[in-house]
């Protein structure tokens, strides 16, 4: 089959290569366009893109997917199927155009967790399963028939960060799966309604900086899961000394309070500890206002609290 690849950031790049290593023809990849990033907004270019380039596939840039000159190019790649993985929502002249229609992967057991940041969402509300899903896009968001799923089981500890990888690599495998299948038509479509088993549906919505903002009244296992679930970005955040706090790492103590939420305690030299509602957070990984990422220990050698 003639294929067109549509991603942007890093966990595209592991299932298009896994695509290229499976022999798969990829006529033609699909990216974000070029934009300034960082301090000196040098002009970056998307993961997937730098991958595409350095293996000499065809690469579109589009600012508008409905743009007539865009749609153009598209077509005359002729694909016959287009996978889709980490790129934004596509208008139907796009996801309808090949004769075997458009592929998508998602990083959750859908149809639980529909939207942006799914891996996030997982964890901020303590699940103890994740997964990747492979299926068809239609007209509703990540609401396709599903093809095929990939489950893991969850620790309680891991951060979004690790599980993304788990599921960057185990999503690159189940997509040459659906791909083949699809090519050999041995696959069955299965409607979401038909998986839902009376639970409620949980959704997973783009993450702003002001969810971020750690509210210290609530027990402290949603906070540990909140801080593990934005870890490392967007970053979960509480105020020290009126400065902005980002926490990527912490330890639940489940112990009596001394102290009112929000509160800290400090030895100055090994522990830092927040007040939750019914427990302590003690921090261990830690970036203040101004200062670079570090451990707990070196933090309170730098400074008194």
Same mark, same amino acid.
């Given at each position: 089959?003639?294929?067109?690849?549509?991603?942007?950031?890093?966990?595209?790049?592991?299932?298009?290569?896994?695509?290229?290593?499976?022999?798969?023809?990829?006529?033609?990849?699909?990216?974000?366009?070029?934009?300034?990033?960082?301090?000196?907004?040098?002009?970056?270019?998307?993961?997937?893109?730098?991958?595409?380039?350095?293996?000499?596939?065809?690469?579109?840039?589009?600012?508008?997917?409905?743009?007539?000159?865009?749609?153009?190019?598209?077509?005359?790649?002729?694909?016959?199927?287009?996978?889709?993985?980490?790129?934004?929502?596509?208008?139907?002249?796009?996801?309808?155009?090949?004769?075997?229609?458009?592929?998508?992967?998602?990083?959750?057991?859908?149809?639980?967790?529909?939207?942006?940041?799914?891996?996030?969402?997982?964890?901020?509300?303590?699940?103890?399963?994740?997964?990747?899903?492979?299926?068809?896009?239609?007209?509703? $968001?990540?609401? =396709?028939?599903? #093809?095929?799923?990939? !489950? %893991?089981? @969850?620790?309680?500890?891991?951060?979004? +960060?690790?599980?993304?990888?788990?599921?960057?690599?185990?999503?690159?495998?189940?997509?040459?799966?659906?791909?083949?299948?699809?090519?050999?038509?041995?696959?069955?479509?299965?409607?979401?309604?038909?998986?839902?088993?009376?639970?409620?549906?949980?959704?997973?919505?783009?993450?702003?900086?002001?969810?971020?903002?750690?509210?210290?009244?609530?027990?402290?296992?949603?906070?540990?899961?909140?801080?593990?679930?934005?870890?490392?970005?967007?970053?979960?955040?509480?105020?020290?000394?009126?400065?902005?706090?980002?926490?990527?790492?912490?330890?639940?103590?489940?112990?009596?309070?001394? $102290?009112?939420? =929000?509160?800290? #305690?400090?030895?100055? !030299? %090994?522990? @830092?500890?927040?007040?939750?509602?019914? +427990?302590?957070?003690?921090?261990?990984?830690?970036?203040?206002?101004?200062?670079?990422?570090?451990?707990?220990?070196?933090?309170?050698?730098?400074?008194?609290?």
């Amino acid at each position: 089959m003639r294929i067109v690849f549509m991603g942007t950031p890093q966990f595209a790049v592991a299932s298009l290569d896994a695509l290229i290593q499976a022999g798969c023809d990829i006529v033609g990849v699909v990216t974000a366009p070029d934009k300034p990033a960082g301090r000196g907004q040098k002009v970056s270019e998307s993961a997937v893109k730098q991958y595409a380039v350095a293996n000499g596939l065809k690469v579109l840039q589009p600012e508008k997917l409905k743009n007539a000159e865009f749609l153009a190019h598209l077509k005359a790649l002729h694909a016959d199927l287009q996978v889709v993985v980490a790129f934004r929502m596509l208008p139907e002249a796009v996801w309808n155009m090949p004769a075997r229609g458009t592929l998508n992967l998602h990083a959750s057991l859908l149809p639980q967790y529909r939207g942006a940041a799914p891996i996030n969402w997982v964890i901020i509300n303590g699940e103890k399963e994740s997964g990747v899903t492979t299926f068809f896009l239609k007209h509703e $968001i990540d609401t =396709g028939d599903v #093809l095929f799923t990939e !489950k %893991t089981t @969850l620790s309680g500890h891991e951060t979004a +960060g690790e599980l993304h990888d788990w599921l960057m690599n185990k999503g690159a495998g189940l997509l040459v799966k659906t791909v083949k299948a699809i090519e050999s038509g041995r696959y069955h479509e299965h409607p979401q309604t038909q998986l839902l088993t009376g639970e409620e549906l949980r959704h997973a919505p783009k993450i702003f900086k002001e969810d971020c903002l750690i509210d210290w009244s609530q027990p402290a296992q949603q906070i540990y899961n909140k801080i593990r679930g934005l870890s490392p970005v967007p970053t979960a955040y509480t105020h020290l000394n009126g400065k902005v706090l980002k926490i990527y790492r912490s330890e639940l103590q489940q112990e009596e309070l001394t $102290i009112q939420p =929000g509160g800290f #305690l400090t030895d100055n !030299k %090994t522990y @830092l500890k927040f007040a939750a509602k019914d +427990g302590f957070i003690s921090l261990t990984d830690i970036q203040l206002e101004g200062k670079k990422r570090m451990g707990i220990e070196d933090f309170l050698r730098g400074v008194k609290l």
